[in-house]
Every structure is written in structure tokens, then in C-alpha cells.
């Protein structure tokens, strides 16, 4: 095997241990940075202004930065270990070689139904936009939504049955426009280009903070949202031409990316929108943007943000299929799930069976649960994904110190991010048990008889030594 | 039934079009291919591959 | 140390697998739900009669904006004085961190015990 070219399309996959049929390399960083902007960026068109009305517009910036430190430290945490872990099913593959196979159950239970949830939150919206879009053009009775729902999960799970590399250069397309879509907002309402329409200091007035500093606490709760879904970057991995690389570049621009946004979308949007309008994404402001297009008086604004929330959309779902899908699969492969879910197509060379079995899941939660369940569903998810990143940095870093395995990016300041995410994390879940304390231990109650049931009867069938798949020397205290 | 009503049975119909086709195929795929070849997918591939390279 | 050697698992096996799994998801989606539980809820607490955007608490420029959305002094109403109640009991804080301290105590006990198991197989003691 000397002469084995890691980056071919004909030898990829087929390696020593037996791969006959395995996922196909064939990623760039583009395609890294658009499947985690993708995912998140729908959080700036729709979503994060819960937190303005869980506290005010002030509040929710603050929510906005905090949870950009948050996640800073996420992306540098994960971009460090993926790059030594460059495995499909990311952070599962993480926890199963740092922390333990159980940790490793849960955590890829949290990466599904994070992503699974996200992806229903969306295609629910996508409905809600052409209905929006039916009654604009005259349409006199109500739409049903529930076609253009479905059609939403169909569509992207047959893009993503049919190969990866397509999937996510679509995804590169309408993210890209989706990110210039607010640039152009800001630039063209702020003043830079043409008189500007902002006024914060008057819309604030006698509203700076409506519920005090518990307002801000409780606005982390969706703060989450601006971000949530970048660390998704790391399913990626084993599609990726080269992963040391591409996936930190892809991860950390993204997080650049996404803190530059949720900035401007919220500058833009509390600049224009009273924050109880703002606040309220039920009655008042479903599509923040779009609404502040709409007080622009711009046709060419609101068409451009219209488009914008849709695409927005679409490579949220998009990108949460391939995510969820990938998690599923690699743990059909390990038999931590049915070995059944561990095929690759031997044409598209995708997951293909994990894709279609989460299509059903995806139509339950998008047809038969509201919004803001399915999202908090989504959110504490994703929150018990970052409180497991601190243990796994910290039990990385004393089980394989630095000098014994080469990293492809080493994380500064050790152990600071990871002591400042755990701390974020608790202010989050805090934040949310203010006002959805019976789903966050309805969850938790969820994971622990999961866990149990995992524990005695599921590991069985797992094979012990061979899924510790990593070259790595033996860790230190074991 | 104005333009809105025909999109909607639009939707339903390319929604079946999309389900039937991973359908037909998934199930082309299963009976043409042994359940060896399918889930003969392993991890860590790359890292072998190149611990081998290495001349480990 | 001889390895574990996991027993195959059969078609009827997996597919229960896979049903108890998706019974327990939709579970705990769906029981906050049924049991009315769930959401945190918006109320007026101190409605005004025959609001006008001054009694609302709403300036100048806040009052343009919600007359260019479209909206009158009565129909922004309730969207302007909705508010949530962050008030909660200590006793319901400390069993929520009770929970998830328990949680993370059960999986990293659990997961430190197969984790020993796969070291000791794969680098052979």
C-alpha cells in the first residue's frame, strides 16, 4: 500500500480493514464552512429574536455575544479534536475514543435529534413562508402547508440519497446568497449606502432592559439560537479530502462568519423593530429580516430577504439531514444501533438506509408538534452536546498530552475555553429551566432510561477492542 | 382552484416522485448488492491508510 | 485477555431495537404535551382600557413603527404588555440540578467501566 493516494476517487474507502463500499472524499473547506453556515444561519432569520422578548433588545445582544464566546470555544474545543478524529459521526467518534461508549451513545443521540429537530423546525417554517408568500399573491383560503412540508423533507433527503458532493455545493450556493442577503440589508438601512433608517436610542427609550438582569439570564436560553448547529462541521470528516486541515479552516471560519451576522442581524432588525413586536416570533415577528425589509419600503429588499429566508431555510434542512444521517449511520456501523444502518450506497456512496429511516422521524416532528416545543427540543439537545465538550477537551488533553499525538490545530489557553463553556452551559441550562423546566427534565428522564437500556442491553453486541479505530498510543492512566 | 391549489397537488405529487424513487432504489440496491459489500464500511480508513504509509 | 466476541443480531432483533427507540423519542416529545406541561406562556397582567400608544408606554418613533406594520393602539394591545413570569421555587432548581448532576454521574460511571473493557482488549493486557 505504499503508493496509496488518500485523495483518490476510485481507491477511497477501499482500505485495509476490509471497506469494500465506503463514504467518498471528495470535500473541500467550502463545503465544511457552507454545511456549518448553512445549518445555523436560519437562526438569524427566524428564532433568535425569542430572545429579545425574553428580555429585551440589550438583553439579547448580550445573549448574543455571550453565546458567541460559547461558541468560540465549541469551535476551537472541536476543531482540535476532529482534527485528530476525523471519523463520520464526529463528536460520537470523539466521545467513543476519549470518554467512554456509553457517553458515546448519548452524545450521538444528541447529535441526531439536535439536528432531526432542527431539520422539522425548518420545514415547518419553509410551510409557514409559502403560505405567507400564497396570501401576498392573493390566494383567498389558507393554504395547506403540509405539502409544501413534506416536499421540503423529500426533497433534500433525496439530494442527500444521491450524493454528497452535490448536496453541499447547493448548500454553498444558497448560504452564500442567504449571508449576502443581510450584508446588503445592513449596508443599504444603515446609512453606509444611502440614508440610513436606524433608530435604536428613540425605539429603546423606557425599554432598555424590561425584566431586569433576570431578563438576561433567561435570554441565553436563545441565544443558543444565533449558533446553534456549527459544530455539525465535524460530520463531515470522513468526506472531507483532507480533514486536518479542512475541517478547523471550515469550522473557525464559520464561527467568524456567524458572529459577523448574528451582529448585524440584530443591530439591523432592533434598529427598526419595537422590541415587543421584535420579541414575539409567534404573534409578532415570525422572520425578523424580512419584516425589517418590509419596513424599508424596498421591493428589491424585501424579494432579496423573502429569498433569503428561504434558502436560509433549505440549508438548515439540508445540512441537518446529512448530520443526523451521518451520526445515525456511524453508529449502525459500530452496532451501537442496528448493524442494518451501517450501508453505503455502493453508487452515491452515502448513508443511504440512515437517510431514509430519518425521513418518517423528520415528518412525525414536523406534522405533529408546534415550533417552539419542536425547538427546545433541538436547543436541549445540542446544550447536553457542549456540556459533554469541557469533559472531553479536558480528559483529551490528560489522556494524550500534547507531545504524544500530532494535532492538526491546538486550541490556545487551555483549559480556559473549557472551563468558560461549562459555565455558559450552566447559566444556559438555567436559563432555559426558567421557562421550559418540565421539557428539560422530561429530556434528561428521556436520556437516562435510554442510557440504562443501552448499558444492559444494547452494548452487547458491540465489539469491544475493535472500535477503538484511531492510531493512537495507549492513554495515560489506564 | 387558482394557482396556489395547483401548486399544493403539485407538491404532493413531487414529494411521492421523491419517496418513490429512493424507495424503488433502496430496494434495487439491497437485492443487487450482498449485505457484506453494503455494510462493509469501517472507521478510521484514512488513519490506517496512513499508518501503513508510514511503514507502521 | 481473550476478546469479547458480541453475538449476532437477528432481523427481528434490530427492528424491535430500532421501535423501542423511536417509541421512547416520540415519548418524550410528545408526554410534555399531552400532560399540558409544556411552553412557557405569555399574560397581560394589567390590561388597559382604551389603550392609546401613550398609555401602552410607546414614543413617538416606537408608536410610527407599529402604525407601519399595521397596527392599532387596541390590536398591538396585548402583543406590547404580554410578559413572562420568571418567578420559580427554589425547590424545583435544585431538582433539576439534582437530575442532570445524576445524569452525568450515571454516564460517566457506566462509560468508565466499558471504557477500561475496550482499552485493556485493544492494547492487550
Not at chain 1, 117 to 131: C, D, H, K, V
Not at chain 1, 143 to 158: E, G, H, K, N, S
Not at chain 1, 344 to 370: C, D, E, W
Not at chain 2, 27 to 39: G, P, R
Amino acid at each position: 500500500m505504499a503508493d496509496v493516494d488518500i485523495t483518490s476517487q476510485t481507491m477511497d474507502g477501499m482500505g485495509p480493514h476490509g471497506t469494500k463500499v465506503g463514504l467518498l472524499r471528495v470535500l473541500g473547506p467550502a463545503h465544511v464552512w457552507a454545511l456549518g453556515v448553512g445549518i445555523v444561519l436560519v437562526g438569524e432569520y427566524m428564532g433568535w429574536n425569542f430572545a429579545v422578548g425574553k428580555g429585551g433588545a440589550y438583553a439579547a445582544l448580550i445573549a448574543c455575544w455571550f453565546a458567541g464566546i460559547l461558541y468560540s470555544c465549541v469551535a476551537m474545543i472541536d476543531s482540535e479534536v476532529t482534527s485528530t478524529v476525523a471519523s463520520a459521526g464526529g463528536q460520537y467518534t470523539q466521545a467513543k475514543h476519549i470518554v467512554g461508549p456509553l457517553m458515546a451513545f448519548n452524545v450521538g443521540l444528541y447529535l441526531v435529534f439536535a439536528y432531526t429537530m432542527l431539520e422539522a423546525a425548518n420545514a415547518i417554517t419553509a410551510g409557514y413562508l409559502f403560505s405567507v408568500v400564497a396570501s401576498m399573491t392573493g390566494h383567498a383560503d389558507a393554504l395547506d402547508q403540509r405539502p409544501f412540508i413534506i416536499l421540503v423533507i423529500m426533497f433534500l433527503a433525496w439530494l442527500n440519497y444521491r450524493g454528497v458532493l452535490a448536496t453541499l455545493t447547493f448548500n454553498l450556493v444558497i448560504t452564500s446568497i442567504a449571508f449576502l442577503a443581510i450584508l446588503v440589508l445592513f449596508l443599504s438601512t444603515s446609512g453606509v449606502i444611502g440614508t440610513g433608517i436606524m433608530e435604536h436610542a428613540a425605539l429603546f427609550e423606557g425599554h432598555e432592559l424590561p425584566y431586569g438582569w433576570i431578563g438576561v439570564l433567561a435570554a441565553m436560553h436563545f441565544g443558543l439560537w444565533y449558533y446553534l448547529g456549527i459544530e455539525g462541521t465535524t460530520q463531515a470528516a470522513e468526506e472531507v479530502r483532507s480533514p486536518a486541515r479542512a475541517l478547523p479552516f471550515g469550522t473557525l471560519a464559520g464561527i467568524m462568519t456567524l458572529l459577523i451576522a448574528a451582529t448585524l442581524t440584530w443591530y439591523v432588525c432592533s434598529g427598526v423593530l419595537p422590541w415587543e413586536f421584535l420579541g414575539d416570533g409567534v404573534n409578532g415577528s415570525v422572520a425578523p429580516l424580512f419584516d425589517t425589509a418590509r419596513l424599508s419600503g424596498s421591493n428589491a429588499l424585501i424579494w432579496l430577504l423573502g429569498f433569503g429566508t428561504l434558502f436560509a431555510t433549505l440549508a438548515s434542512a439540508n445540512g441537518c439531514i446529512n448530520d443526523a444521517s451521518r451520526a445515525w449511520f456511524a453508529m449502525g456501523r459500530d452496532k451501537y444501533l442496528p448493524g442494518w444502518f451501517g450501508a453505503v450506497h455502493p453508487k452515491y456512496r452515502t448513508p443511504y438506509r440512515a437517510i431514509i429511516f430519518l425521513v418518517p422521524i423528520a415528518l412525525i416532528f414536523a406534522l405533529g408538534a408546534p415550533l417552539d416545543q419542536v425547538i427546545t427540543f433541538s436547543i436541549l439537545s445540542g446544550l447536553l452536546g457542549y456540556t459533554f465538550m469541557p469533559l472531553n477537551i479536558i480528559l483529551f488533553r490528560r489522556r494524550w498530552p500534547l507531545e504524544t499525538i500530532k494535532r492538526g490545530y491546538e486550541h490556545p489557553f487551555h483549559p480556559v475555553p473549557a472551563i468558560t463553556l461549562l459555565t455558559l452551559c450552566g447559566v444556559t441550562f438555567f436559563a432555559v429551566f426558567l421557562g421550559y423546566g418540565t421539557q428539560l427534565v422530561a429530556m434528561i428522564g428521556f436520556y437516562i432510561v435510554v442510557s440504562l437500556w443501552f448499558h444492559f442491553w444494547r452494548y452487547r453486541f458491540v465489539n469491544r477492542g475493535a472500535q477503538f479505530t484511531m492510531p493512537w498510543p495507549k492513554p495515560r492512566g489506564y | 382552484m387558482d394557482l396556489w391549489n395547483w401548486l399544493e397537488y403539485g407538491a404532493w405529487g413531487l414529494s411521492a416522485a421523491f419517496g418513490l424513487h429512493m424507495a424503488v432504489d433502496w430496494l434495487k440496491t439491497d437485492s443487487t448488492y450482498s449485505e457484506d459489500v453494503l455494510t462493509s464500511s469501517r472507521e478510521g480508513e484514512l488513519e490506517a491508510m496512513a499508518e501503513e504509509r508510514k511503514g507502521h | 485477555m481473550a476478546h469479547y466476541q458480541p453475538p449476532k443480531q437477528g432481523k427481528a432483533s434490530q427492528l424491535f431495537d430500532v421501535v423501542v427507540l423511536v417509541v421512547l423519542t416520540v415519548g418524550a416529545l410528545f408526554v410534555p404535551l399531552w400532560m399540558g406541561m409544556a411552553g412557557a406562556a405569555k399574560s397581560v397582567s394589567t390590561p388597559v382600557e382604551n389603550p392609546t400608544w401613550e398609555t401602552l408606554g410607546q414614543n413617538e418613533a416606537q408608536s410610527a413603527k407599529y402604525e407601519a406594520l399595521g397596527y392599532t393602539p387596541e390590536t398591538a394591545h396585548d402583543l406590547i404588555l404580554a410578559r413572562f413570569d420568571y418567578s420559580f421555587s427554589i425547590t424545583a432548581l435544585l431538582t433539576m440540578i439534582a437530575v442532570i448532576l445524576l445524569y452525568y454521574f450515571l454516564i460517566l460511571r457506566f462509560s468508565e467501566v466499558e471504557y477500561r473493557e475496550v482499552i485493556s482488549e485493544k492494547f492487550g493486557e
